[in-house]
């Protein structure tokens, strides 16, 4: 089946394109070249890849580490596509062993049933973190790993944990190699690490850092730490929660300048739409107040925001060129997360899934032909 469409732009996820015509054979692009719109082809003003979300945690109803089920997940999913991202990473969070094998199994069950789904796979956010960065996440299960209990996650996430978050300092160095060498991409966050500790964890293979600022050792001109080690390793991507209260605009746009293309955009949304006013998990907890959710120790609990307030806030507060924020949305997180050759990008042989956008960046439309 053959399908063409009009985009006045193009943001390929390499370079943006004017007044293009997009064909599609079979759900994926076949072509991609400029012409004139004809009579009755349908035509969008902007045209990016479809945004990818490597970190969100709930949906407009459910909790997935609460309910680590296909319901929850697909309200993820949903909720995601109605904000204008086509491909999410479902997070669970630091919970007891048996929660994670079962939010696995979930999302082994939901992608084998939905494989046309943006959900490609989950984001394991602990339990292996310092407790002293620990943020919302709760005392009673944040842990050192075990051999077995680590071998156990990495067997059965096989295919299904894209992305898990350590905090290396917990680790042997055998721990995070057999880690490093399951094929799981490894992000480093809710650490203490030293600078050393961090560049020691960088030159074992660590790529990547989870929410850049958030629940990490800071930057300090005698104690460079984990922010200073990610600034310091050209090659090490950063994620970052541009909602003016996880991190100061100001912040941002600094790690902006420093980071460069490793730079890219994550919601960390506990819920999306603010429809969840409260919420108790167990000892967990979270308020929305003043548009933020907050647990009852006065730490964040999760972010507000959908990517498209992302990119949104990236260009029109941080100053982030329209094409560069894109691509912090598309690209950047789809290579950061080995899947550049999957989705990312508009080229011939890329899913027909794309994010359409006013350019007033308010809405933000998924496509999917």
Not at 75 to 96: E, K, M, N, R
Not at 140 to 168: C, H, M, N, S, W
Not at 337 to 356: E, R
Request: proline letters at 4%; one cysteine or more.
């Amino acid at each position: 089946m053959s399908t063409q469409f009009f985009a006045e732009k193009v943001f390929t996820g390499a370079e943006v394109l004017f007044n293009q015509i997009i064909v599609v054979e079979n759900g994926r692009v076949s072509s991609v070249e400029s012409g004139t719109p004809k009579t009755g082809m349908p035509q969008v003003t902007n045209l990016a890849p479809g945004f990818f979300d490597s970190h969100i945690n709930g949906g407009e109803q459910f909790y997935f580490t609460e309910r680590a089920d296909q319901e929850t997940i697909d309200d993820i999913y949903q909720a995601s596509v109605h904000t204008g991202t086509a491909y999410v990473l479902p997070t669970l969070i630091t919970s007891p062993h048996d929660n994670i094998l079962k939010g696995i199994e979930a999302t082994r069950s939901y992608m084998a049933k939905n494989p046309d789904s943006g959900v490609l796979g989950m984001h394991l956010e602990g339990p292996y973190l310092n407790p002293v960065k620990r943020g919302a996440h709760l005392a009673a299960f944040v842990r050192k790993p075990t051999d077995q209990e680590l071998d156990e996650i990495i067997r059965y996430g096989k295919d299904v944990i894209r992305l898990i978050t350590i905090a290396p300092e917990m680790f042997t160095e055998d721990q995070l190699q057999m880690l490093l060498e399951s094929g799981i991409t490894v992000s480093a966050g809710h650490s203490n690490a030293t600078y050393a500790e961090a560049m020691t964890a960088f030159d074992q293979g660590i790529q990547l850092v989870t929410h850049l600022y958030n629940a990490m050792s800071a930057f300090g001109h005698r104690a460079p730490g984990l922010v200073g080690a990610t600034f310091d390793t050209e090659f090490v991507y950063a994620p970052i929660i541009i909602d003016g209260t996880h991190c100061d605009f100001g912040a941002a746009s600094v790690a902006y300048k420093i980071k460069r293309d490793k730079l890219f955009l994550i919601s960390d949304a506990l819920f999306l739409g603010q429809k969840v006013t409260q919420f108790k998990w167990g000892e967990f907890d979270a308020y929305l107040k003043d548009g933020k959710y907050i647990n009852s120790d006065g730490n964040l609990a999760g972010a507000t925001i959908s990517l498209g307030d992302a990119v949104r806030n990236a260009v029109e507060i941080i100053g982030i060129p329209v094409q560069e924020a894109i691509e912090m949305a598309t690209v950047r997180p789809a290579t950061a997360l080995g899947l550049q050759d999957k989705i990312g990008s508009i080229a011939p042989g890329y899913p027909a899934v794309f994010t359409a956008f006013d350019d007033n960046l308010e809405n933000f439309e998924v496509l999917r032909y």
